[in-house]
């Protein structure tokens, strides 16, 4: 209990300082009554329109000081509340929840996708280490790796899509029919962006699981598995897989920050409406509370994703305790 | 009849360095319910040797020779015996009990696995079955073990454990490779003495690898003494004991220590180091640590002389110290 309320405080205090230093960043670069306002925000730009800037500075609470503007915005946030967006007015909290659940639905796909193809993959290769398959295997991760995402969108989409197979090009596979209900049509419609995504997740994780894997096949209670007749199937999935996850793990929890900028890429390339696209635009207007609002979300997601990663620890393997 | 027959065992390690004569010329034989006792100090090939019978050895390792078990080659066995051999037939307890049980897996999974991988038999049978081998290998509250961790359990209660667990299957033969050397003292006999009582009372061969001829003394029936992956004698216990031929055993037999002995008195250690096994061998592989050694022994291989004072003694030796010498 003491470590989960230890780890509740440090988490919330990750999201506190990042958003500080975001809400410091956008405040002190550039004037943010501008921003709102465009050329009428310049106190000479004429007396008619003093009243609207002065509307602009209690509606954002710029008359406030600094410090006092950051505490009304954290205030705001906790209760869901993160402003409105400067430029079209709606309200930042609904535009998050619209786009969110695509840029989740988008990194939950990828990593299924990367752990699904990378666990069997590295289990095989653990099997016939240093032999044929293995070393084909390195060769072909290390390719995987060194692809970058951008590259890969665009591979991905023209080779696949336009190229090879024509009959892909049929526009269901391009994700701006996102707005379909079904599961299946939303599988299908992302397929593209989430392989771009796992594809270099894969690499990552087949190289770690298959060292892990291998130094677990050197322990004595493999050989004893082994010596009880148990089938090599069994040993590998029954008995070296789990004890073997730690590292995997821990990256899995650290590739979902580099998932989120590579959604940003993605996201923008495809058209998708989620919250990388979301954060995009955001910065090319100066969108303050909607850039602040998309690093919230996305710093939650991280601290959450991590946390749970610890939790798993101890399901993992039974001598991990937190507390004790 | 023999329930195991090992005969002209050799074990090669092909490295990148060269090969590596990990043993050679290795034959003996276990009778059911009959304990065999291999003895010799690390590096000597007894941990390989019965690696090589359990089919654990990596794929570097170049086996000749054969091991009949039951009449099968072990190292040629037919498809239709192999998913159920080992684990049925053949079982083995290993050196260290706090490395050998996963340490993700309950001790209750771990035990019934063997079982219901081989037999088939439902959950709750093998988990009455669990519960019975750890009473046989005298684990209190047996039942209340099976959803315990092995990190729950001493290095002892592992061991017992590992034991349960290679029985499970009511193995023919038993093989315990230094089954208490990572073990505490007190812990040592206890253990020794529970493999002791289970081969009796289940008829099992046993062979029982160890580096301290002591433990072997009035546990076993017959004993293999190996040096360099070579076999230096080969004898029932009783005479061996009474009657030492080759140097090495009797080496290794002054080294042990003597409570009886005053204090103060320095223990007999054998000078120098194991052979280089890498070298392909010349000579005696003791000669260079041997007191006796004379010319002969650098030059040529013993070959297993048949001697003693029984006609099944047998030594790889030209200058024997007990009464084939003296003769």
């Known amino acids: ?324 | 009849m023999s329930l195991l027959d090992v005969e002209d065992l050799a074990v090669t390690f092909n490295t990148p360095d060269g090969p590596v004569y990990a043993v050679s010329n290795v034959s003996f034989s276990v009778k059911k319910g009959e304990a065999l006792g291999i003895v010799g100090e690390s590096g000597s090939g007894k941990s390989v040797t019965v690696k090589s019978l359990m089919g654990l050895l990596p794929r570097t390792a170049d086996i000749t020779g054969t091991a009949e078990f039951d009449g099968v080659n072990l190292f040629n066995l037919p498809s239709d015996r192999k998913k159920h051999f080992y684990g049925v037939d053949v079982a083995m307890v290993f050196q260290n009990p706090m490395t050998s049980l996963n340490p993700v897996k309950r001790i209750g999974s771990q035990l019934t696995e063997g079982m219901r991988y081989h037999t088939g038999i439902s959950s709750s049978d093998a988990n009455a079955r669990a519960v019975e081998l750890l009473d046989l290998v005298r684990i209190p509250d047996a039942s209340d073990r099976l959803a315990q961790y092995p990190h729950e359990l001493s290095g002892g209660m592992r061991q017992r454990v590992v034991i349960a667990m290679a029985l499970a299957n009511d193995p023919a033969l038993l093989i315990a490779d230094e089954p208490t050397t990572a073990l505490d003292v007190t812990v040592q006999r206890d253990i020794l003495d529970l493999l002791d009582s289970l081969r009796a009372d289940l008829d099992m061969g046993l062979v029982l690898i160890t580096h301290d001829l002591g433990v072997v003394h009035d546990r076993t029936d017959n004993i293999v003494v190996m040096y360099g992956g070579r076999v230096m004698e080969l004898a029932p216990t009783n005479d061996v004991f009474a009657d030492m031929e080759h140097p090495y055993t009797e080496a290794l037999y002054q080294s042990i220590p003597n409570m009886s002995l005053p204090r103060g008195t320095r223990l007999n250690p054998i000078p120098g180091s194991p052979p280089d096994l890498s070298v392909t061998p010349v000579g005696c592989p003791f000669a260079p640590r041997c007191t006796y050694a004379i010319d002969r022994c650098s030059s040529e291989i013993p070959p297993l002389f048949d001697g003693g004072a029984r006609a099944d003694h047998y030594y790889a030796c030209f200058v024997p110290q007990g009464s084939a010498g003296e003769s």
């Open chain 1, 1 to 324: 209990m003491k470590f989960l309320l230890q780890r509740l405080a440090q988490m919330v205090a990750v999201v506190l300082a990042v958003t500080f230093l975001c809400f410091a960043a956008l405040n002190f670069l550039g004037d943010p009554l501008f921003n709102i306002l465009g050329p009428i925000a310049d106190e000479n730009s004429g007396e008619e329109y003093a009243e609207v800037r002065a509307e602009a500075r209690a509606e954002y609470n710029l008359d406030k000081p600094f410090p006092e503007r950051y505490v009304r915005w954290v205030g705001g946030m906790v209760q869901g509340d993160f402003g409105r967006s400067f430029k079209n007015q709606t309200e930042v909290s609904t535009e998050l929840s619209n786009r969110l659940p695509v840029t989740v639905f988008l990194m939950v796909y990828a990593q299924v996708l990367a752990v699904v193809i990378a666990v069997p993959w590295a289990v095989i290769s653990a099997a016939r280490a240093y032999r044929t398959v293995d070393k084909v295997s390195t060769v072909v991760s290390f390719g995987l790796l060194g692809i970058p995402v951008f590259a890969l969108v665009v591979l991905l989409s023209y080779g696949i899509q336009l190229k090879w197979d024509p009959q892909w090009g049929d526009d269901s596979l391009f994700p701006g029919r996102y707005d379909d209900e079904s599961l299946m049509s939303r599988l299908r419609s992302l397929a593209i962006p989430a392989t771009a995504l796992a594809i270099p997740l894969i690499a990552i994780y087949q190289r770690l699981l298959r060292t892990d894997l291998i130094s677990t096949l050197q322990e004595d209670f493999i050989a004893v598995a082994r010596a009880k007749g148990m089938s090599e199937r069994h040993v590998l999935f029954r008995h070296a897989l789990r004890p073997s996850l730690f590292s995997m793990l821990t990256v899995f929890g650290i590739q979902t920050g580099a998932l989120i900028g590579g959604s940003i890429v993605v996201e923008q390339f495809f058209a998708i409406p989620g919250v990388g696209r979301a954060l995009v635009e955001a910065i090319i207007r100066d969108d303050f509370p909607l850039v602040l609002g998309v690093v919230v979300v996305v710093s939650v997601i991280f601290v959450v994703v991590n946390f749970l990663v610890d939790l798993a620890y101890t399901f993992l393997d039974p001598r991990v305790k937190f507390d004790g």
